[in-house]
């Protein structure tokens, strides 16, 4: 079976704009959050959120939408845009530039693209509010493609011109790892040489406030504070958006191109709570069987592991049905391997959060450091047990996993292992 | 022509619906184009004026064209085809046809936008409607099966690969493959379409525009045997074609009544200019359309 490596990043994101300032946000646990203008009505209880920086894809007309250098795009591709696609078009580029890939390599029949992203809500909206309004044939040609969930396949299999495989995974907040999974599988059964993995949300008013009606956003109404996993006064999410591509390879093109990867990716497990459409299972058993699968995969055993990033998103329920289930799976171990959510710092990315935290794992293997788990004032009891560093370590990390939830209560665990 | 009693009311009255709140979404459609633009179409939309629908149409285009293509419109540039020539796709074409539709009130109905292929038949077209005539028939596209079953001229001296025609105007592909018999010697070691060569074939497209796409009287048609080269003016000729060149033939009829047929016409490789006629004549003749058996029913 042909092994599989991480030899490229890019990232669009609450906590930084390129790699380089990712892992200095990791590091010295600097978080993304602001005071939201989008929540300032006085009827939004919600007033925090975690927007992407540099860009302003706010204006309906995406002619109006400001991009950053070095980016620029075409009319005639922005018009099919949603943010989320244009974030992770941006990702995409720095990560085809991080794993060195000419334009061969990336359009080439045996190389091909997963993404995730819930769609743009925002767009779907407007486009429904005008055919409601001005009628069917005023909609935009390619409000279609700019809204359902799929955008940013679409727009990117075009764009980069795929040739492989590709699709799109819907299992909201692990859906990217999902697409993670799935792609480590074309490789390892030989269908592709090379993946892209892409995470994307908009994380705008339209994708982050409807998690108001089900009472899962924070209400605490400071930035410093409002995401904290694992922290007794967690309250709820805070919504982000943006872009995070992964380039995986096969062993034979990373050694071809003579690239040094970040990581290994060993396999990876998924199960499903067969519990409740939005609720995580009350001992985490989806997740813990998740975790036992992927080890079953792998053949690691949690004696290997260093760190486990975890889904933990600052919710009440959900970071108590995590941490039940890291007991239940780690045991003995337990005590030792480092656990933390940098959810803390980005606030919970949904359809981005598995690919971007995939991410955040390969520089932490790369780079030697272990991301704190931030703004825990007071540990939640029910997190005893567990090792949850509060601040980024120094450390050489040999196994890592990274663990992604859902809605319908599916789960999702990625192994990644140095290959120093 | 049960529709010609709704065709000759004028698709709207645009004097007399044209309220402050549809200027303001009218100039906010409009935002992305020229102040004269904007002006062209408020006026048009308060008198009705239909002289101002040319400028207003050219004005959409400016807004969706790269700029590199932006002074192409400034000239006569009715015979520029929409895809082909200015590089649009069909979903910006999309685009433009519905501003084009809410800035002049008009429909364009799916099956007639595949008719419009210059900027021309889409000015002509919008035209016709805001008066509230019957547009003309649509250009259609002959292919290379049918250019054989039409023409006179055969193979190895036809030099028309594929067609589209209308009364108006007639385009033309030929791609110069390298096998035509005279390149052997025109010239030694240097194949070169001979300039005279690329006459004859803005001549072809000639016949093809008068045996497919004249009206003529009734019970009569162009004779395919009647129709002969006459004269030619102000021929240049600014570019060497070789195989492997595809040039676009463009022929636009100036005058046409028996006996004589006058056209100009022009032959490019891409964008780069090879051969300009300002004039061609062909000579051609009508003879009896053949009978057609109809059924005796009722």
Redesign the interface.
Known sequence: MPRVFITGLGFITSIGNTSVIVEESLRTLRHGMVTYPGFAADNIPIKVAAPVREFDTSSEDP?DWVIPAPYSVK??QL?SLSPNALYAMCAMQQAIADAKLAPEDVSNDDTGLYAASAGSPGILGRTLNKMNQQGI??C???SVVASIAGTVQFNLVAHFKIKGASTGFTSACAASAHAMGFAFDEIALGRQKRMFVVGAEDGNVETILPFAGMRALSLNTDPETASRPFDKRRDGFVGTGGGAVLVIESEDEVRRRGVTPYAEVLGWGQASDGHNVAISHPEGAGLAAAMRNAFKATGITPADVDYINAHATSTPIGDVSECKALRAVLGEHAARIAVSSTKALTGHGLSLAGAMEAGFCALAIKRGFIPGSAHISELDSACEGLHIPRTTEAAQVRVVLNNSSGFGGANVCVVMKSVA | MADTASLAQPASNPSRSFTPAEEDSLRESLRRCSPATIEAAISYRREGDTKLLSPIIIGIFERFVESDQRPRLAGDCDDLRVIEDLGLDSLTMMEIVMLVEEVTQTKIENDELRGLVTIGDIKTFVDCRARGVQPPAPAKTILAEEVRAIMPIQAPFLFIDEARVSASLATASYRITGQEFFLAGHFKDNPVMPASIMLEALGQLGVLHLLSALPVEAGKVVGQSTIFFASTDGVRCSRVCKPGDVLTLTLKPKRVKVPLAVYSGNIRVGQEKAVVAEEITLTFGLVDAPVVVVPATA
Request: net charge positive.
């Open positions: 002619e009319r005639e018009r044939m005023r935009h040609p390619l």
